[in-house]
């Protein structure tokens, strides 16, 4: 009898306030992901159907206050369109704020996706072209009206202004530099500025150092000039080698403006067995050894090549590129210690 009696009084509540439900529900059906949300409706006859009593009920106890539900948008892809985000009301389905769709990409915009723009171009045909840092480059068909070079012009130039090469380098390649060059009563320590990546005319002049008469073994580390986010080479040279048979130099550089990308052996120490640091960062370890080096046998010149990128958040300065080594680190034939002399070099940042 109790049963009976509440379902009455339920049934006769909804009756009454039938008109009121019918005002805010309306019969609107909303989709998310292809499913269907209504959760009660109005029949043709104008009578309610009940589909979910709990959220009738807070329905009406609210008088149609919202409750927002986000429906998530979906980005578009190549063959997909994607929508915007919206919302409704969970209690009265009103949609509060509609998803709008958006058109699926082109198949030029989905595969520029992520890509970052290197530069922007006038080509020899006349049109603008884009070119990504993958080395991607498309024609847009755009008119630019007048036209650009796709290439750099490169000059090596002596310590005089002596012209020793001229080189044509596609953009963002590498020039090749000219044999070293030679100055009487100087020492050729490289050039100065990096031209591993190259975006605009250069012109690099060599550097010498004056020499001396001194017969002491000498590693020096040349100069160099460059930008923040650019790459930068310096060379490391042997001069007066005596017949080194075993030599460990460990490298200091400042990691917060640079970071040591590549080592490159050179000619000198051919004789010798090199082993490439695993880890490159300051402090790395560089690491020479042989079975037996006659004085006779003994090389000279550039015995590596470091290249260092500049960070980003770099700032202009000049920054110490320096070698030092442990007492007995370095020995001749005889096994005895070497006193070598340390030229440190730096990297200016512009």
């Known amino acids: 009898m109790k049963k009976q009696t509440i379902l009455a009084i339920s049934i006769c509540v909804l009756l009454l306030l039938s008109s009121f439900a019918l005002f805010c529900a309306g019969a609107e059906t909303l989709t998310d992901a292809g499913q269907q949300l209504r959760q ?3 029949n043709a006859d104008g009578k309610i159907t009940i589909g979910d009593v709990t959220t009738l009920l807070n329905y009406l106890s609210t008088g149609c206050g919202h409750n927002e539900k986000y429906l998530p948008g979906k980005a578009p892809t190549a063959t997909e369109p994607g929508y915007t985000t919206g919302s409704y009301c969970t209690i009265c389905r009103e949609i509060l704020v509609e998803q709008v769709e958006i058109p ?3 198949d030029i915009d989905a595969n520029l996706a992520n890509k970052g723009v290197k530069s922007v171009y006038v080509g020899e ?16 068909g755009v008119a630019g009206g007048s036209t650009a070079p796709l ?10 202004g002596t012209v020793l090469k001229t080189q044509t380098v596609e953009s963002g390649a590498s020039a090749t ?16 500025q990096s031209f591993a990546v190259v975006n605009s005319n250069l012109t690099i002049t060599a550097l010498y150092e004056a020499s001396t008469t001194s017969t002491e073994p000498t590693v020096t580390v040349s100069n160099a000039t460059a930008s923040a986010g650019q790459e930068v080479t310096v060379t490391v040279s042997m001069k007066n080698n005596p017949g080194i048979l075993g030599m460990t130099l460990e490298l200091q550089y400042d990691e917060s403006a640079l970071q040591l990308k590549k080592i490159t052996k050179g000619d000198a120490l051919g004789e010798m067995t090199f082993t490439t640091p695993k880890n490159l960062a300051s402090g790395c370890r560089f690491p020479w050894d042989a079975e037996e080096v006659l004085p006779e046998d003994a090389t000279n010149g550039v015995m590596l090549t470091l290249t260092f990128t500049v960070l980003e958040e770099a700032s202009a300065g000049a920054y110490s590129i ?7 680190a370095v020995i001749d034939n005889d096994m005895m210690p070497v006193a070598l002399v340390l030229k440190n070099g730096t990297i200016t940042v512009e």
């Open 104 to 106: 699926a990409l082109s």
């Open 151 to 160: 290439s750099y012009t490169v000059t090596f130039k002596d310590w005089n």
């Open 40 to 42: 009660f409706d109005v």
């Open 125 to 140: 045909n006349g049109t603008i072209w884009l070119e990504f840092d993958d080395g991607l480059k498309i024609d847009t």
């Open 322 to 328: 320096a070698f030092s080594y442990d007492n007995g």
């Open 177 to 192: 530099a000219p044999a070293a060059p030679t100055r009487e009563g100087y020492t050729f320590i490289g050039w100065d």
